[in-house]
């Protein structure tokens, strides 16, 4: 598998933000969180942003093991986007967390795009099998899906499983493309 980035030439480096147009699920402590720090996204939104919390989430609460508590609730969708993307096409919500002092507020299944979870099995997003117009995975592409997704891999797994999903890769019969490649160094823990 590989994945075809996103045109590094273009604005934002090629990326649509086609993947934010439906908004995420997210479980009901990073709701609280991003509401925790409401003023900190709304330094982060432009003018035509809705700044109001009150309706940056959908009422409708799901059940879902996939979610820490079992339970999630849909970002709100305004002017055919997540109500946290902007005009030029960044998450609100990163941009707030880039600040410091602002804990992670970007929702978990945002951070692991475009992986995510299946019944607690880590897979490749639906969404991006050959028909989102920036990145995509299919059988070309500019890089082995297992290595362009590392973060997010390690993200999901930690830096130990996913050298572990690319040793099994690596040792899988028929597995060309990642039979003479090395194993995955640690990278050095930045220490606060
Ligand atoms: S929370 Fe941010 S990254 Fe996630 S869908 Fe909304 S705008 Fe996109």
Redesign the pocket.
Known sequence: MRLRVADPRGPSRGCTACC?RS??YVSLAERERILAHAAAVQRCMDAGQVRDPAQWFERRVYRDPDFEGGRCVG?RVMGAA?V??NGRGL?T??LASARSGTPQL??FY?RIFPLTLAGGVVVYHPFCRGRAPCCTFGRRGAALALEACRPEFEEVLGAGGYRALVELARRRPGNREYRDREAPRTRPVELR
Request: hydrophobic letters at 30%; a positive charge; aromatic letters at 8%.
């Open positions: 934010c908004g995420v970002t997540c946290f993307l998450c919500l990163q970007k929702p945002c």
